[in-house]
Nanobody
Framework: QVQLVESGGGLVQAGGSLRLSCAAS????????MSWFRQAPGNQREWIAD???????NYDDSKKGRFTISRDNTKNTAYLQLNNLKPEDTAVYYC?????????WGQGTQVTVSS
């Protein structure tokens, strides 16, 4: 069983930065890929980025360059660095992984960007 807990969200002005964290339970964190998604009010949940167990990253083109995914296997934590934030980045941000054939979501962390 895997449990994911996001943190690091908050209110920030346009142009600001935040670093989101996703802490994972379990001793096999280094074995599975991690993803970040976000969902704005009234919108579908959208994929942002992946990072493999080996650290290979992949991004949605529209977010590449401003957002950076990373992981620290010694801390069982994945990160999403958000730079040059815009009001349209306002959303709940979720981390996600697949383990044991099942998808696991965190509870989400709210990011609000003021203009």
């Amino acid at each position: 069983q895997v449990q994911l807990v996001e943190s690091g969200g908050g209110l920030v002005q346009a142009g600001g930065s935040l670093r989101l964290s996703c802490a994972a339970s379990g001793r096999s964190f280094s074995s599975y890929a991690m993803s970040w998604f976000r969902q704005a009010p009234g919108n579908q949940r959208e994929w942002i980025a992946d990072i493999t167990s080996g650290g290979i990253t992949n991004y949605d083109d529209s977010k590449k360059g401003r957002f950076t995914i990373s992981r620290d296997n010694t801390k069982n934590t994945a990160y999403l660095q958000l730079n040059n934030l815009k009001p349209e980045d306002t959303a709940v941000y979720y981390c996600f992984t697949v383990w044991g054939g099942l998808g696991h979501w965190g509870q989400g962390t709210q990011v609000t960007v003021s203009s």
